[in-house]
C-alpha cells in the first residue's frame, strides 16, 4: 500500500506571499533564476562563484535573509553540491549555481543525488570550454555532459530557457519538477540568457503553482525510504523526524540497505523520467504542420534561430520552429512522428554536435539532418542558419549521417588557412 | 549482531548528553553497516567519499535543530579541505574521525595519517596530525583517544555533544572490517591493545607536540576547548544588526 | 620506436586484466601512475608499486581522483608517460581535468574499471555504465579515445596501444574495462621488446625561439616540448593561439577547438577497431564489447542451434563510434541485439546509425554480475522472430 | 624620422614582452609580487629554463602568462597538484606555484595541505588580497569578519584563514609574509624560499582596489598602500597563531617557519633503496 502523494492529489500549492516579490521588473537572466528559485521556495543555496553564473548566487545572498533562507558560499563546487544534497534532506528546497568546469566537478555528486532521488535544481549558465575556455562567453556544449556526465545510469531533467523571464518561469517549473519526480533538475542556461537583461514580470503569489514535496503520511515503523508510488517515486522524509533513515550512494533495495547486485528497482531510476517522460516534456512549435524543414534549437540559439526562419519563409521556404524548452528527457516521440512528415530537420547549436546526435537518431533516416554549429565565444549568425534552411530544403537526396553545414566562420578560419 | 564499541560508547554519549535521539543525525562516507540506524535510532546517511562534510554542513543549514554527527575514515585524503573550512566558519558538528591506520575497505591501503611500519607504501608519507591541523583551523573541540579509552571516549563525546560549534575528536581503531561488526582478527585485536598500550594520555597539550610518529608514544587527551560563535549564530547575529527587524532569526 | 627492454616482462604469465594494464603501460614505457585508490582497480596500483622500483618508475598517491589526474598531466608535460588508473565515482572527479588534458593537449592514459553505479553503486559489480560518461563527461566539445578490451591479453595489447594513440594525437585515452574483466585471471603472453611497436610524441626540434606550442602539423597534432628543455613555453586551459596565449574571441575558439575534435574524427578509421564474426550472411548481429562479449559467443552457437543466422560484432574502440560499418551492417540484416550491463548507453548509438535500416533490440542487464548466455540467446530468438519495422529502440 | 632606439626592459629574459600589457588594474599588487618574483629569480641566477611556473584560475592564476618560463595555466584550485606532478616527473625543476588565495587556499585547499604534509619540493607564492576578484568580489576564505563582498553583501560572517597558520599545521618548511609594499623583504624571502628544499609558501598581501577597496570603501591603491605602510609591522618567528588579520588592523609580516624536514623524493628514494629485492 502506498501513502503519501495520492492522499493529496488534489491539493494545489500556491506560492508564498513574502516570497515573490510581484511586479515587473529590468534584471538579467542569473538574478531573474535567482528570483524564480525564492518564489518556488528555495531556501538554500549553497554556491561557488564562477563566471558567468555568479550575478545569481549574488543575487540570491542578498534576498534570503528577507525570506528566511539561508545561504553559503562554499570551498569549491564538490562541497557546493555536497551542501544543498544534505539541506535537502533535512527538509529545505535548495540550488546550487554554477558554469562549466564547476559543473565537472560537481558530476560526482550528482550521481549521488540521482541515487538518493535527492530532488535539487542545478543551474548551469553555460560557457565556452572544453576546460577554462572562454569564460565571459557563451556556449551550449555541456548539453550531453548533463545527461551522461556521471559514472552510472541516471536520468535527468534538463530544460533550456532563452529569456530572462523564462529564467524566472522554468526555475519555479524546475522546482516543481525535481520535487515531483525526486530527481536532479538542471536548468542549462548560457551565458548570453544569463547575462541579458530584459523585462521580467513577477507575477502575484496565487498565480504561482508549487508542487510540494511529496512526504510520507503513513506510520512511521512502516516507512521504506525507497517504495515508490505508483508513478514510479517513493515519498521522502526528512532527517530528524524520528524514521531512522538509512540513505546510502550504494545500491540500495526499498529499505535503503546496500544489496550486491541490481534489483529490477534500480532501474526505477531510469524509468521513472522515461516513463513519465510525455508529461515532463515541454516544446514550443511554430508552423509546424505543413513545414518542409523543422529547425530544432534550444536555449539562445531558438532566439536566434528565429531570424534565420523569417528569412527563409520570406523566400517561400516552409519552415517550422520547433524549441526544445525542456531538453532532457528528449521529446524522441515527436521528432520520430515529425521525420516522417518532413525533408529535413536544421539543428542549430553552440557546439560542434551534441542534440544532433538524439535528433539524428530520432528521425531514423526519415529525414535528412543538418547541423549547422558554432564553437563558441558568441551566438550564430542568422544567415548561417538561413542558408541552411535553404540547403536542406533544396536538397532531394537522402543523405547518410549529420550534414554539417560549413558556416561563414568555419569558411573564414579554415579554408583561408589551407 | 556485533556493534563496534565505537557505536555503544557514542550511543551512551548521546544518552549522558540528553539529546533526543530523532534529532541525532550521522552522515558518514565509509560506514557499511547499515543496519546501524535501525538499532541506535539514528538517522545515516553514506555519501559519496570525502564529502560528509559539506553534506553535514547542508543539513546542519537546512534544519538547525538537527545535532549533526560525521563520522569519517578517510576524511584527511580527500575531504581534508572541508574539513578545513567547515572549521573556521564554525559549523555546529562534531566529527568523529576514525583514524583507523588503514583505508578502510581498501585492501589496507595507506591512508595519509598512516605509521610506516603498518603498511608497506606509506614509509616515505608524512602523517597528518589531525588534532593540530584542526586547531589550526579553529575548531572548538579537539580531543584523541584510542577505542580503548571507553570512558574518557564517551566524557569527550558527551562534551562535544552538548557544546555548539565545530568539534574533533579521533579515535584510533584499527580496521574497518572490525568497524563493520565483523569480528576482528587477532592481528586487528593486538593492534588495538598496542594502541591503548602505546598511548599516553597528557590532556591539554600543545597540539604541536601530539604528532603520530613511530618514535614516540601516541599522545591521547583532550587537548583542546574554547567557545566561538557557530555559523548560524553569527549568520544572525550579523544580520539582525545590519537589516534589523525585517531580518527574522534563522533557526 | 623501440620498446625500453627494462619494463617488458617478456613471456608468459597468469595475471589479472588488471595486472595486465600495468604490464603493458610499462611495455609502453609508462613511467608516471598518479593514483587514488578505489576499487575495483586496487590490483592495478599494486601491480605498478611492486615493479616501480624494477623499472624506475614513479609513483604518487593524491589525495584525491582530481589531484590525482592533475600530476598525471603536470607529469606528462615534463617527458614521461604518464597514467591514472580508477573507477566508478572517480571517473566522476577527474571530469575536470580530462577537459584540461583536452585543452593543453597532454597524451596520458587513464583505467577506468567500471564499477555499478551510479553514485557509489557497487564497488565490485560488475557494469559497463560509464560508456557515454566517457565521450560526455567533460563540459565543451571534445572527442576522445575510449578502446574496451575483453580478456586480460587484451588488456595489455590495448594499453600498448592506448599510450600510441594518446602520444600521436596528444589526447587522454581512456581504457574502459570492467570489475569481471580486471579481476580475471588467464594466460597473457608479452612478446619480445623488439616486437613491440611504440610510438612517442613528436617532439619539437627547432629553433627554441620559434616554437609554438600549438602549431599545428598537417596531422592536426602540434609537436610537444618538455618542461625543462629551455623553450619556456606558456599553456593555458583558456581558448588560446598558437602560442599558447588566450584570445578571447569565436575565431580563436573556432580555431582552437575543433581541430582538437578534427585530429580524431580525420583518423578515425585508422583508429577504430572492432571484431566481427559472421556477420556477412547474418540476419541478427549482436553487438556487445567487454565483459559482455565473452558470454555473447555462447549464447550465438545457442542460437545457431535455434537455426537462426547470427552474426557477431565487437567494439574494441567505442569511441570514436564505428559509425561506418554500423551503418553498412544495418542495411544487410534484420535486427542488432545490444546486450550491455546498463540501461541503455550504445544502444542509443546504434539506434542513430542503424538510421531506421533495421530494428534495434536492447537488452539491460542489471549491474553486479554478468547475464548467462541463455538469457541474450532468448533475446536474439525474440530479436528474429520480429518481422515488422518498430521505428524505436525496442526494450527486451 | 629617424627610429629611436627602444631600450629593452631590464626584465626582458623574465617576463613575456609580447603580452604586455597586462591584464591586472591599476595600483593592484600581483605586479609587484611578479616584479619581486623576477629580481628573486634574477638573484638567485638560477637557470631560467629549469624554472616553471604553475598557476590556478584568478587574476593571480594569470601570472603564468606572463613569466618567460615554462608556465601553466591550470584549472581552479589544482595549480599545486598539477605542479606535484611536474616535481615528480622531473625533480630537476624549480617549480613555483603562483597564485591567489581563492586558488590555493578556498578551493585548493585539501591540495595545499597535503603537498605541505608531503613536502613536495615546490614554492607557493599566495597572493592574498582578501576577495574574489576576477569574478567581480565575492568573499573568499580571507575575507577579514564584517568586510563587505557581494557574497556578504551585509558584512562577512566567516572568521578568515591565518594562511601562514596553516601552512604551519600541514607541514610546511618555510613560511613568510610581505605586503605588496615590502618589495625587497619579498624579493629576499622568495629567494629564500626557491633555494630551500620542501614546501614553502610566502604570502603577499595585495591591495585590490577595484573590488576590495571600492566594495568597502577603503580609498585607492595608493591609500592601501598607505595603510601597509602605517599599519604593517615585522616580527620575525612570530608564533603562527598570533598573525590572524582583523578588518583593517595590524598586519603582522616576517619570516615565521624556517625548519628542516627531508621531501617527498628523498623519503620516495630512501624507500625505494630499501625495498629493492636485495641481489644474492
Given amino acids: 500500500m502506498a501513502f503519501g502523494i495520492e492522499a493529496e492529489k488534489e491539493v494545489i500549492m500556491k506560492a508564498n506571499k513574502k516570497d515573490v516579490l510581484t511586479g515587473s521588473y529590468y534584471i538579467d537572466g542569473d538574478v531573474a533564476a535567482a528570483y524564480g528559485a525564492i518564489a518556488a521556495g528555495c531556501k538554500f543555496v549553497g554556491g561557488y562563484p564562477i563566471t558567468p553564473s555568479t550575478e545569481a548566487f549574488e543575487a540570491f ?358 | 549482531m556485533k556493534i563496534h564499541p565505537l557505536f555503544s560508547t557514542f550511543a551512551n554519549a548521546v544518552k549522558k548528553a540528553e539529546i533526543e535521539s530523532d534529532k541525532i543525525c550521522l552522515v558518514s562516507d565509509f560506514l557499511y553497516q547499515p543496519k546501524i540506524s535501525e538499532y541506535l535510532g539514528f538517522d545515516l546517511f553514506h555519501v559519496t567519499r570525502g564529502r560528509s562534510i559539506p553534506f553535514a554542513t547542508g543539513m546542519k543549514l537546512g534544519n538547525p535543530k538537527l545535532k549533526v554527527v560525521v563520522f569519517v575514515g578517510d576524511l584527511i585524503t580527500l575531504g581534508g579541505n572541508h574539513f578545513m573550512h567547515a572549521s573556521r566558519r564554525n559549523m555546529d558538528i562534531v566529527v568523529i574521525c576514525v583514524n583507523n591506520f588503514l583505508y578502510p575497505k581498501i585492501n589496507g591501503k595507506k591512508s595519509p595519517t598512516i605509521k610506516s611500519a603498518f603498511s608497506p607504501y606509506s614509509v616515505f608519507e608524512r602523517p597528518v596530525n589531525i588534532p593540530h591541523v584542526a586547531r589550526s583551523s579553529r575548531a572548538v573541540y579537539v580531543a584523541r583517544w584510542t577505542a580503548l579509552h571507553k570512558k574518557e571516549l564517551t566524557e569527550s563525546m558527551t562534551r562535544a555533544l552538548g557544546k555548539s560549534g565545530f568539534s574533533v575528536i579521533e579515535v584510533i581503531s584499527p580496521g574497518n572490517c572490525y568497524f563493520a561488526g565483523i569480528p576482528a582478527s587477532p592481528k586487528e585485536n593486538e593492534l588495538i591493545e598496542f594502541y591503548h598500550k602505546n598511548s599516553e594520555i597528557k590532556n591539554d597539550e600543545d597540539t604541536k607536540n601530539v604528532e603520530i610518529t613511530a618514535e614516540k608514544k601516541i599522545i591521547v587527551g583532550k587537548f583542546f576547548e574554547k567557545k566561538r560563535p557557530t555559523y548560524i549564530d553569527s549568520y544572525n547575529e550579523r544580520h539582525s544588526k545590519v537589516i534589523g527587524d525585517k531580518f527574522k532569526i534563522y533557526e | 620506436m623501440k620498446a625500453n627492454s627494462k619494463g617488458v616482462l617478456t613471456g608468459t604469465h597468469n595475471l589479472s586484466g588488471n595486472e595486465a594494464i600495468i604490464e603493458g603501460a610499462f611495455a609502453a614505457g609508462c613511467r608516471f601512475l598518479g593514483v587514488y585508490p578505489i576499487s575495483p582497480s586496487l590490483e592495478a596500483t599494486d601491480r605498478f608499486l611492486q615493479r616501480s622500483g624494477e623499472v624506475d618508475a614513479t609513483f604518487v598517491q593524491m589525495e584525491d581522483e582530481i589531484s590525482a589526474l592533475a600530476a598525471v598531466l603536470g607529469a606528462s608535460w615534463t617527458g614521461k608517460k604518464s597514467m591514472s588508473v580508477t573507477s566508478g565515482s572517480g571517473l566522476s572527479n577527474m571530469m575536470e581535468h580530462i577537459g584540461l588534458g583536452i585543452m593543453l593537449q597532454t597524451p596520458c592514459v587513464i583505467v577506468n574499471v567500471q564499477r555499478t553505479g551510479p553514485s557509489l553503486g557497487i564497488p565490485n559489480g560488475v557494469a559497463q555504465g560509464d560508456t557515454m560518461q566517457a565521450r560526455w563527461g567533460s563540459h565543451g566539445d571534445y572527442e576522445t579515445i575510449v578502446l574496451t578490451p575483453n580478456s586480460p591479453q587484451e588488456c595489455f595489447d590495448l ?134 562479449s565473452t558470454v555473447v559467443s555462447k549464447a550465438i552457437s545457442l542460437a545457431k542451434k535455434d537455426g537462426i543466422k547470427v552474426g557477431s560484432f565487437r567494439l574494441i574502440t567505442i569511441w570514436p563510434f564505428p559509425e561506418k560499418r554500423v551503418r553498412k551492417l544495418a542495411q544487410k540484416i534484420d535486427a542488432f541485439v545490444i546486450p550491455e550491463i546498463n540501461f541503455g548507453q550504445i544502444a542509443f548509438e546504434i539506434e542513430r546509425c542503424a538510421a531506421g535500416n533495421c530494428n534495434v533490440f536492447f537488452v539491460p542487464i542489471l549491474g553486479g554480475g554478468l547475464p548467462t548466455p541463455e538469457d541474450i540467446c532468448k533475446s536474439i530468438i525474440k530479436a528474429s522472430k520480429e518481422k515488422k519495422k518498430i521505428e524505436k529502440l525496442i526494450e527486451l | 624620422m629617424a627610429k629611436k632606439k627602444i631600450e629593452p626592459h631590464p626584465m626582458e629574459n623574465i617576463l613575456r614582452m609580447d603580452r604586455i600589457p597586462h591584464i591586472w588594474c591599476p595600483a593592484c599588487g600581483i605586479g609587484t609580487a611578479v616584479t619581486s618574483f623576477a629580481s628573486a629569480l634574477e638573484k638567485l641566477k638560477v637557470n631560467l629554463d629549469e ?229 644474492k
Avoid at chain 1, 503569489?205 to 510520507?216: G, L, T, V, W
Avoid at chain 1, 540497505?257 to 516513463?275: E, G, M
Avoid at chain 1, 566562420?409 to 579554415?414: F, G, K, N, P, Q
Avoid at chain 3, 594513440?165 to 597473457?188: G, N, W
Wanted: glycine share 8%.
Fill in chain 4, 51 to 279: 624554472v616553471c611556473v604553475v598557476s590556478g584560475i584568478g587574476c593571480t592564476g594569470r601570472v603564468a602568462g606572463y613569466t618567460k618560463v615554462d608556465s601553466f595555466h591550470t584549472t581552479h584550485g589544482r595549480a599545486i597538484a598539477y605542479a606535484t606532478g611536474v616535481k615528480l616527473g622531473n625533480p630537476k625543476m624549480k617549480v613555483i606555484v603562483f597564485s591567489g588565495d581563492g586558488d590555493i587556499i578556498a578551493i585548493g585547499g585539501n591540495h595545499f595541505m597535503h603537498a605541505a604534509r608531503r613536502n613536495i619540493d615546490i614554492t607557493v607564492i599566495c597572493v592574498n588580497n582578501f576577495i574574489y576578484a576576477m569574478t567581480g568580489g565575492q568573499v573568499a576564505p580571507t575575507t577579514p569578519l564584517t568586510a563587505y563582498a557581494t557574497t556578504s553583501p551585509f558584512g562577512n560572517i566567516e572568521p578568515p584563514y591565518n594562511i601562514p597558520r596553516l601552512a604551519e599545521a600541514c607541514g610546511a618548511v618555510y613560511v613568510a609574509r610581505w605586503t605588496a609594499l615590502h618589495v625587497r623583504r619579498l624579493t629576499n624571502s622568495i629567494v629564500e624560499a626557491i633555494q630551500k628544499p620542501g614546501f614553502s609558501v610566502v604570502e603577499v598581501i595585495s591591495p585590490c582596489a577595484q573590488y576590495y577597496s571600492r566594495i568597502n570603501r577603503l580609498g585607492d591603491g595608493l591609500d592601501m598602500m598607505r595603510f601597509y605602510h602605517d599599519n604593517a609591522v615585522i616580527k620575525h618567528n612570530e608564533p603562527t597563531e598570533n598573525l590572524d588579520i582583523d578588518y583593517q588592523k595590524q598586519i603582522i609580516m616576517g619570516k615565521f617557519i624556517d625548519r628542516e624536514k627531508p621531501t617527498y623524493i628523498e623519503r620516495y628514494n630512501e624507500w625505494l633503496s630499501e625495498s629493492k629485492p636485495k641481489k
Fill in chain 1, 61 to 418: 545572498v542578498h534576498r534570503a535573509p528577507y525570506v528566511g533562507g539561508i545561504t553559503i558560499q562554499m570551498e569549491d563546487e564538490l562541497g557546493s553540491i555536497a551542501s544543498i544534497l544534505g539541506a535537502v534532506w533535512s527538509g529545505k528546497k535548495a540550488m546550487t549555481i554554477t558554469s562549466g568546469p564547476g559543473f565537472s566537478l560537481m558530476m560526482e555528486n550528482i550521481g549521488l543525488g540521482a541515487m538518493l532521488e535527492t530532488p535539487f535544481v542545478l543551474l548551469n549558465v553555460q560557457r565556452s570550454g572544453p576546460s577554462t575556455g572562454l569564460p565571459t562567453q557563451a556556449g551550449q556544449a555541456d548539453m550531453m555532459q548533463s545527461r551522461w556526465g556521471a559514472n552510472g545510469d541516471y536520468e535527468i531533467i534538463a530544460i533550456s530557457p532563452d529569456s530572462p523571464q523564462e529564467m524566472f518561469d522554468y526555475t519555479i517549473k524546475a522546482f516543481n519538477l525535481s520535487e515531483k519526480y525526486r530527481c536532479p533538475v538542471m536548468i542549462m542556461a548560457d551565458e548570453c540568457v544569463g547575462h541579458m537583461t530584459e523585462k521580467v514580470v513577477v507575477p502575484e503569489a496565487d498565480k504561482i503553482n508549487i508542487e510540494p514535496r511529496r512526504f510520507y503520511k503513513g506510520p512511521k515503523e512502516k516507512y521504506l525510504p525507497f517504495k515508490p508510488d505508483k508513478d514510479l517515486v517513493p515519498p521522502m522524509a526528512k532527517a530528524g523526524d524520528g524514521y531512522k533513515l538509512h540513505i546510502s550512494g550504494l545500491t540500495h533495495d526499498e529499505k535503503g540497505y546496500p544489496t550486491f547486485s541490481q534489483t529490477p528497482d534500480t532501474k526505477r531510476l531510469v524509468d521513472k523520467i522515461r516513463l513519465n517522460a510525455d508529461k515532463i516534456i515541454e516544446l514550443n512549435e511554430d508552423e509546424i504542420d505543413d513545414a518542409d524543414v523543422v529547425v530544432v534549437s534550444y536555449g539562445i540559439t531558438s532566439r536566434v534561430a528565429i531570424r534565420g526562419i523569417e528569412q527563409a519563409r520570406a523566400k517561400g521556404l516552409k519552415v517550422g520552429n520547433l524549441r526544445l524548452v525542456t531538453v532532457w528527457p528528449f521529446p524522441e516521440k515527436r521528432i520520430a512522428e515529425l521525420s516522417k512528415k518532413v525533408k529535413a530537420f536544421v539543428v542549430p547549436e553552440i557546439n560542434y554536435g551534441q542534440i544532433v546526435y538524439e535528433v539524428e537518431r530520432c528521425a531514423h533516416g526519415n529525414a535528412n539532418v543538418v547541423l549547422v554549429p558554432h564553437g563558441g565565444g558568441f551566438v550564430h549568425n542568422p544567415e548561417d542558419i538561413f542558408k541552411a534552411i535553404k540547403y536542406a530544403a533544396q536538397e532531394k537526396k537522402k543523405v547518410e549521417g549529420i550534414i554539417e553545414h560549413k558556416t561563414e566562420l568555419y569558411r573564414l578560419i579554415h579554408e583561408k588557412n589551407s
Fill in chain 3, 159 to 292: 594499453t600498448i596501444k592506448a599510450f600510441n594513440f594518446s602520444e600521436r594525437f596528444r589526447v587522454p585515452v581512456l581504457l574502459l574495462t570492467d570489475a569481471y574483466i580486471a579481476q580475471k585471471k588467464t594466460l597473457v603472453k608479452i612478446p619480445p621488446t623488439k616486437d613491440l611497436k611504440l610510438i612517442s610524441r613528436k617532439l619539437f626540434k627547432g629553433a627554441k625561439n620559434k616554437y609554438l606550442p600549438y602549431k599545428n602539423d598537417k596531422n592536426l597534432v602540434p609537436p610537444m616540448v618538455n618542461v625543462g628543455d629551455g623553450y619556456r613555453f606558456h599553456v593555458t586551459g583558456l581558448t588560446h593561439d598558437e602560442r599558447g596565449y588566450p584570445v578571447m574571441t569565436s575565431e580563436c575558439q573556432e580555431a582552437c577547438v575543433r581541430p582538437l575534435m578534427e585530429k580524431i574524427t580525420k583518423y578515425q578509421d585508422e583508429i577504430i577497431e572492432y571484431e566481427e564474426v559472421e556477420t556477412d550472411d547474418a540476419d541478427v548481429v549482436v553487438i556487445s564489447y567487454g565483459a559482455t
